[in-house]
């Protein structure tokens, strides 16, 4: 009998965006183990560095003991830091690497140096459309938020876990079937239309989005949360070092 992967979320993804200073780029980075492997699904931005850190000694996780780092797309918050796990092999998709390769240094959230060494990198094996490339673990395009992103489907018996990364990045994209930030919006609208056929198809299945929090559906077929949000700020507008504030992000009554 298979034994079911462990899986758990290191850093909670946040649906928000910044005003003045660009996107925020807290995306979620999931924790997988299981079938003989260590598995990082998605690695997050630069500034999410010492988070990881510390959620993986949490876990009691060595950085030379992830096995595997799975990424939904090349995004800058998804990707920069598979460099941090020297002995991981890096699966990406492979129209998302034709795409992302080919794009020259703009205003964009694409990481060109990262990408350039994941071309070149032999580490990396690229993935395709309905492969089970890891066991119990099958890709599936969902383009849109760009041309080569993947959802992730992970069969664990009893139900699955779903990926969708930014192919359906907040509950908010998934109840309204529309999503901002995206290169081609009708292909999108495709897109989560899958996203909610696979999520549908296995009754107690989860889905862990880009940016937002882990959910489970009710009995209405309602994306309802599976724990708490923890986000927030600490500002220091004050004179000394010692008075800070703290900017709660985890309600939106608080900040309405």
């Not at 003989?36 to 990082?40: D, E, M, S």
């Not at 939904?72 to 020297?86: C, G, K, Q």
């Not at 094996?125 to 890709?139: H, K, N, S, W, Y």
């Given at each position: 009998m298979t034994i079911p992967?462990?899986?758990d979320v290191l850093i909670q993804g946040f649906p928000g965006r910044g005003v003045c200073h660009g996107g925020l780029g807290w995306s979620t980075v999931t924790l997988i183990q299981g079938q003989?492997?260590?598995?990082?699904l998605d690695v997050g931005a630069f500034g999410m560095r010492k988070p990881i850190e510390k959620s993986l000694k949490e876990h009691q996780v060595l950085p030379s003991e992830v096995t595997d780092v799975i990424l939904?797309?090349?995004?800058?918050?998804?990707?920069?830091?598979?460099?941090?796990?020297?002995n991981a092999k890096i699966w990406i998709g492979d129209v998302e690497m034709k795409w992302a390769i080919q794009q020259e240094p703009g205003f964009n959230p694409i990481p060109e140096l990262y990408v350039q060494e994941l071309e070149h990198s032999s580490r990396v094996?690229?993935?395709?459309?309905?492969?089970?490339?890891?066991?119990?673990?099958?890709?599936y395009a969902v383009p849109g938020h760009t041309p080569g992103h993947l959802l992730f489907v992970?069969?664990?018996?009893?139900h699955d876990v779903l990926f969708s990364g930014d192919a359906a990045k907040n509950r908010a994209e998934l109840l309204s079937r529309k999503v901002i930030d995206t290169d081609d919006a009708k292909e999108s609208a495709r897109s989560i239309e899958l996203i909610w056929d696979k999520w549908l198809s296995k009754p107690g299945s989860i889905l862990i989005p880009g940016h937002d929090?882990?959910?489970?559906?009710?009995?209405?077929?309602?994306?309802?949360?599976?724990?708490?949000?923890?986000?927030?700020?600490?500002?220091?507008?004050?004179?000394?070092?010692?008075?800070?504030?703290?900017i709660d992000l985890t309600s939106e009554s608080k900040n309405s």
């Open positions: 992967y462990q899986i003989g492997r260590t598995i990082l939904t797309h090349a995004h800058y918050d998804h990707i920069v830091n598979f460099t941090l796990f020297p094996t690229r993935v395709v459309d309905q492969e089970e490339f890891l066991p119990g673990i099958t890709a992970l069969n664990n018996g009893t929090l882990t959910m489970v559906l009710d009995q209405h077929h309602q994306p309802i949360y599976i724990g708490e949000r923890a986000a927030g700020i600490r500002t220091w507008f004050s004179e000394t070092v010692e008075d800070s504030e703290l």
